[in-house]
Nanobody, 124 residues
Framework: QVQLAESGGGLVQAGGSLRLSCVASGQTGRRYAMGWFRQGIGKEREIVAAHGWSSGDTYYSDSAKGRFTISRTSAKNTVYLQMNNLEPEDTALYYC?????????????????WGQGTQVTVSS
């Protein structure tokens, strides 16, 4: 089992920045890929960004490209999402997820473990 704990959410004005963190604990010895998803009220859960086991293996949604950056510590157990130039449309509950197959992926059903989420609210 892998436990994921997100932090870093909050309230920010449009144009501002936030950095989300996700720390993995438990059986993290496998080559996990990690991703960030979000779900707004009345919306489906969607991929934001993902980071594979390999350092150059990343994926970004179209809405995240150019504004968000996903990174991972050398120890592989922490993943960050730096979010810049935030927009009200980014308001959502952001989830960290991990999957045992170590390639960055965009499909939520491929992920085996999920955190509880951290709320991001962007005011206009």
């Amino acid at each position: 089992q892998v436990q994921l704990a997100e932090s870093g959410g909050g309230l920010v004005q449009a144009g501002g920045s936030l950095r989300l963190s996700c720390v993995a604990s438990g059986q993290t010895g496998r080559r996990y890929a990690m991703g960030w998803f979000r779900q707004g009220i009345g919306k489906e859960r969607e991929i934001v960004a993902a980071h594979g086991w390999s350092s150059g293996d990343t994926y970004y949604s179209d809405s995240a490209k150019g504004r968000f950056t996903i990174s991972r510590t050398s120890a592989k157990n922490t993943v960050y999402l730096q979010m810049n130039n935030l927009e009200p449309e980014d308001t959502a509950l952001y989830y960290c997820a991990a999957k045992a197959r170590g390639v960055a992926g965009q499909r939520s059903y491929d992920y085996d473990y999920w955190g509880q989420g951290t709320q991001v609210t962007v005011s206009s």
